[in-house]
């Protein structure tokens, strides 16, 4: 059952929210915690927020801006106000869609079901040889082990994946980490691609990364 979060401080709309999503066969939450509201929600295992822009301490698009910065979870902002510049603010900030109230129930519930959709299709595991790899969750499987993956760690897997059998430099890995938003210095991606190889050690294999010696790596 997948678990929604409503981001909401008026309690009737919450109640409507809540009533609406149960009986729909979602699973739904309310955030109570809003002058902490980005630590509650990632310690929450959560598929899709419900967030409202008008709301106590950070507003909507600011808590949207902050929750960008560390994840990846699907929002839909859920607002009386009307305005273009509004939406295309949301949208900017990372919302996955925008719809405002008084709200078509119905339209709704269509419009979280095309986001949870799309949500899946990223989360879609990637088989490599005889590894799963969850990309999202940061996990890759081999023969029933798993091993968990930090965000950076999985940021350069990914990438060697998707240029697997050529050699990527390390500027290139840097680059991509930076796109990211996660900023290391040279010292530190070799720790991380050391810790990488380890992590790939305790699946029971060894040498998938090589190194290419004045170049960069390469997964075999």
Excluded at 145 to 158: G, Q, R, S
Excluded at 172 to 198: G, P
């Amino acid at each position: 059952m997948k678990k929604i979060l409503i981001v909401e401080d008026d309690k009737s709309i919450c109640k409507e929210l809540y009533n609406l999503l149960k009986t729909s066969n979602y699973e739904p939450l309310i955030l109570e915690d809003f002058k902490n509201a980005i630590d509650a929600i990632l310690n929450l295992d959560l598929d899709l927020i419900l967030l409202d822009i008008n709301i106590p301490y950070l507003n909507g698009q600011l808590l949207l801006q902050e929750l960008r910065k560390k994840s990846n979870i699907p929002v839909i902002m859920v607002t009386s106000r009307e305005t273009v510049a509004d939406e295309v603010l949301s949208m900017s900030y990372g919302a996955d869609d925008y719809i405002t109230k008084p709200y078509n129930p119905n339209i709704l519930l269509l419009r979280i079901n095309a986001v949870l959709k799309r949500a899946g299709r990223e989360q879609e595991i990637t088989l490599y040889k005889d590894l799963y790899i969850h990309v999202q969750k940061g996990t890759i499987k081999r023969n029933g082990v798993e091993v968990i993956l930090t965000k950076n760690e999985m940021i350069i897997f990914n990438y060697l994946l998707t240029h697997q059998n050529k050699i990527v430099t390390r500027d290139e890995l840097m680059t991509d980490l930076w796109d990211n938003h996660e900023y290391i210095n040279d010292n530190a991606l070799t720790v991380n691609i050391s810790r990488l190889r380890s992590k790939l050690k305790e699946l029971g294999i060894e040498d998938m990364i090589e190194t290419r010696k004045g170049i960069g790596y390469i997964l075999l």
